[in-house]
Every structure is written in C-alpha cells, then in structure tokens.
C-alpha cells in the first residue's frame, strides 16, 4: 500500500485520524466539541474535528461517512465525499445530517467520519464543436434500465 506524509496539527487532546485496520482505506476523524451536540431528524449541523492539514499538491483528502453511523443512526455527511484542497489550511469540518428516526448526540471524541488520501488529476478542457457519437448517446437518468 502506497503512503505519503501529511503534516496535521491538532488541538489539544484531539486524536491524529488513525486507520482501525491494516486493510482500511479511511482513517476515523472524531469530533472536537466543547459540549455534546444534538442534530435533530433532518437537520444538518458543522462539526469541528480539531484537525488541521498540509496536504501535499497533487493530492486531496475526500471525508466521507462512516458506514456504521449512516446505517445505525442515519448520520452521513451531506456533501459527501467533501472535499480538502492541498492549499487548504482551515480546520476540517464534517458538515453532518441526520437522515434517521431519532434524534442524534454528538459528543466530543466520537468518530464522525472518515478522511481518504487521494491522487488530484486536473483536466485540461477543450472546446470543440462536436463531441463523439456513443451508443447511449444524450441518455440521462435511468437511461440504461432499473435493474
């Protein structure tokens, strides 16, 4: 597996993301909150991570939901996956909705989400008059069947 170095600062007390098995394609990121923090159903709510990241250019670090959380809770994150830019120097923040039943109670420590290291290819855009024909053509949504 390919690894490379990404500097973080954190805030006191916060846990660097942290890989839970050696097959893990995420790394956890937990919340960094002073008080618990209820998302109500269907509400949406920025939570603070504590973390802060120098990602080298040519990479992102996408954050993306946690299986266990949209499944059990209907927690996911709303603009997933969301993405951190290589000049971004901000805190990283996990814009949370809660898709479930019941309302939810986001305490400090808890995992909130997960942070994958990827690989940036930047496109180079050309205006052409024509594109080239395909057997599905203009076909949109559902196009190729249902099933």
Do not use: H, W
Not at 15 to 38: E, F, L, N, Q, R
């Amino acid at each position: 597996m390919n690894k490379i170095e990404i500097k973080v600062v954190a805030k006191e007390g916060v846990s660097i993301p942290c890989y839970k098995t050696a097959g893990a394609a995420g790394a956890d990121v937990c919340a960094c909150v002073d008080s618990p923090v209820v998302i109500k159903k269907g509400e949406r709510k920025l939570i603070p991570t504590g973390l802060f990241f120098e990602i080298p250019e040519g990479y992102e670090i996408q954050l993306r939901p946690r299986s266990g959380l949209a499944l059990k809770n209907g927690i996911t994150v709303l603009n997933t996956p969301g993405t951190i830019d290589s000049d971004y120097r901000g805190e990283l923040m996990a814009l949370l909705i809660n898709l479930g039943d019941e309302d939810f109670t986001v305490s400090n420590g808890d995992r909130i989400a997960q942070i994958i290291v990827a690989p940036v290819t930047l496109g180079d855009f050309k205006v052409v008059d024509k594109l080239s024909d395909t057997e599905r053509g203009a076909g949109g949504y559902g196009s190729t069947g249902t099933k």
